[in-house]
């Protein structure tokens, strides 16, 4: 992918620059606009981040090690407050505290939600988000490569006008499968569940196989510290420092409002300031930039007020919004034959035999990754009479005159009427052990169904805490989901019960039940139905794919109304230039893994930035 170079600078180096723009959070979205801003070789840009660069790191790097990073210490390592709707039980939240993001920690999971997903985005007064204009930044990120053979065995299907083919994040089929594989479409079409042979297209429902955002020669992570920064890192008007913790962004007032000049920020123990003369662009994603706005005086007046914290401009919006794609693990015994990624973990002779595979030849169970999916509507999960008592219990519209709920609502609502066919429950299944609540037993192999959520109406928020003096960065913000509660909240319930059900049913199902030895975690209840409402409660997990918590939208009214912390353009509302540009931007989450959403929105963002320089 090109030359190598810079990265190692100093911090009074660094902020003896004068920038352009200044970005906060080298993850996924972060290094997108560094790039893209940095091919105009006028613009100066510098970008802070609080991890460490790991371009060599086996725990990222190869495919088949997914997940052995989370916990580390490229894991910022967030927990959520006690969920009542899960039983009072924290989750641990992990996101990437690395160059890259979690772009570095993810599944490579490379996908897109439904055309009408990002039409709703639209719809809520956000001109320029809908399908048919972000198709071209979701194709300006990719690199497709189609698959060299087994198209047919292993349903590769492609339509090549739904693809970018120059971008830095390489898509591709994997050449090497789980042993379930195999029979995962032919499973699925004894269920009446067709294969989507153009699932990048506007529509992601039936079953299909999972693209990957992987270099294709070395069958390595393709993310965006090595995507997007590594190939450009030799431009002399780019600058990244790393393990720089940023405290909070300098204010300034200009023509009676605050401007945002720079940012504060910490490394080795020494404070330091960095300031930039055009925008501070935010790209700290769903948890930390609306932490980041909160302590640099943005937010809810009350809040900020309980935090020692000055309120620069009060918007009640900010944190909130926040939506998750809620996931439950069902384990099943497997045939002792079949090798899983859970044998190279437990077996280090095994691990060494697929470290040869993987560094001589780019091949073996290392490079494998999850590729059985299928999103379905709920007309496809439960028969007509549960979804109906499901669509009895939906939320009411809301009581206040405010358009912009009222719209959001409807959107909501409207996605169980019969006529609609989204993706609203999504399936994975392979052959691993994925539930951190089973315990193997030695000796015998296993394999996970994976049923997720898509479009939850639980919404949650995401705060800084209160404090006796004033809150700081260092302390971790108040993560309150809110799975299962609220309005809708039962709605949420109930469909992911439902999903049990049919999850249940694909694998009894020949052939993939020939696999199968039995069910293991939870044993399947004897009356089921209504009884798997405590295995839902008990065991719901997160699919790490938060949003919404800096939303786009309407300014709001008198900073209390419900609405947008950014405008269309991505521009927070109240002061001046100060962006945000990552995920928490989404105001309605999507049907899909959001990494290639989250490229998108870094491409657009980028994009409007230039627009706005050009006519500065």
């Known amino acids: 992918m090109g030359s190598y170079a810079p990265l190692p600078v100093d911090p ?18 972060g290094l997108v606009v560094a790039t893209r801003l940095s091919e105009d070789p006028s613009i100066k840009v510098g970008v802070l981040e609080a991890g460490p660069a790991a ?39 992990p996101r990437g505290k690395v160059l890259g993001g979690t772009s570095a920690l993810n599944f490579m999971t490379w996908n897109r939600g439904c055309r009408e997903d990002y039409d709703a985005w639209e719809a809520l007064g956000n001109e320029g ?7 071209p930044f979701f194709k300006k990120s990719e690199r497709f490569l189609p698959p060299p053979a087994n198209e047919e065995k292993y349903s590769l299907y492609f ?22 594989h195999q029979h995962w479409h032919s499973t699925l079409h004894k269920l009446g569940v067709e294969t989507n042979r153009n699932h990048f297209g506007g529509s992601n429902v039936g079953g299909w196989t999972s693209l990957t955002s992987v270099e294709p020669q070395t069958r390595s992570r393709c993310y965006s510290a090595n995507g997007y920064y590594q190939p450009v890192a030799s431009r002399s008007n780019l600058t990244v420092l790393t393990e720089a913790f940023v405290e909070e962004i300098i204010f300034e007032k200009s023509d009676g409002e605050w401007a945002a000049t720079g940012a504060r920020f910490s490394r080795s123990g020494a404070e330091y300031r960095a300031r930039s003369s055009r925008e501070v662009i935010i790209c700290a994603g769903s948890v930390q930039s609306p932490q980041l706005l909160e302590i640099s005086g943005i937010g809810n007046p009350s809040i900020l007020q309980a935090a020692g914290i000055d309120v620069k401009f009060s918007n009640s919006n900010v944190g909130e919004n926040l939506q998750e794609h809620m996931m439950t693990a069902t384990i099943y015994e497997i045939s002792p034959e079949i090798t899983t990624p859970d044998d190279l973990r437990s077996s280090p002779n095994l691990l060494a035999s ?42 009411t519209p809301p009581t206040t005159s405010d358009a912009y709920s009222t719209l959001r609502h409807k959107i909501l609502t409207d996605r169980f009427e019969s006529g609609s066919n989204l993706g609203q429950i999504e399936f994975n299944f392979d052959t691993s052990n994925y539930s951190p609540y089973f315990v193997a037993e030695p000796g015998k192999k296993y394999a996970t169904m994976l049923q997720m959520l898509q479009y939850p109406f ?3 928020s995401i705060h800084i805490p209160a404090s006796q003096t004033q809150a700081t960065m260092h302390e971790k913000p108040i993560i309150d989901p809110k799975y299962y509660q609220g309005p809708g909240g039962k709605v949420d319930f109930l469909t992911m019960v439902e999903s049990q059900a049919f999850a249940h049913k694909i694998t009894t199902t020949a052939p993939l039940s020939s696999i199968i030895v039995k069910r293991a975690f939870p044993p399947l209840p004897a009356g089921g139905g209504d009884d798997l409402n405590e295995y839902v409660s008990n065991y719901t997990i997160t699919d790490w794919h938060p949003v919404g918590t800096c939303a786009m939208g309407p300014m709001p009214s008198g900073g209390d109304g419900f609405g947008g912390v950014v405008d269309a353009r991505l521009r927070v509302h109240g002061v001046k230039g100060l962006r945000v540009v990552d995920a928490s931007v989404m105001p309605l989450q999507v049907s899909a893994h959001i990494q290639a959403t989250v490229y998108a929105i870094g491409e657009k963002g980028a994009s409007l930035i230039l627009e706005d320089h050009g006519r500065a």
């Open 12 to 29: 009074e180096s660094f902020c003896g620059q004068s920038f352009d723009y200044l970005i906060i959070g080298g993850g996924t979205a």
């Open 458 to 460: 639980s919404t949650g």
């Open 354 to 395: 697929a470290m040869e595979s993987y560094t001589s030849s780019a091949s073996g169970p290392l490079t494998r990754i999850p590729s059985s999916v299928a999103y379905l509507p709920f007309s496809s999960v439960m028969p007509p009479p549960h979804l109906d008592r499901i669509i009895a219990l939906l939320p």
């Open 129 to 135: 988000w809908g399908w048919d204009a972000l198709l």
């Open 55 to 93: 371009f060599d790191e086996p725990l990222i790097t190869i495919p088949g090690r997914f997940g052995e990073s989370l916990g580390t210490r490229y894991d910022w390592q967030f927990e959520t407050t006690p969920q009542a709707g899960i039983g009072g039980r924290k989750l641990p939240w």
């Open 159 to 180: 339509n090549p006008e739904n693809h970018g083919t120059s971008g830095p994040i390489f898509s591709i089929y994997s050449t090497e499968f789980g042993a379930s």
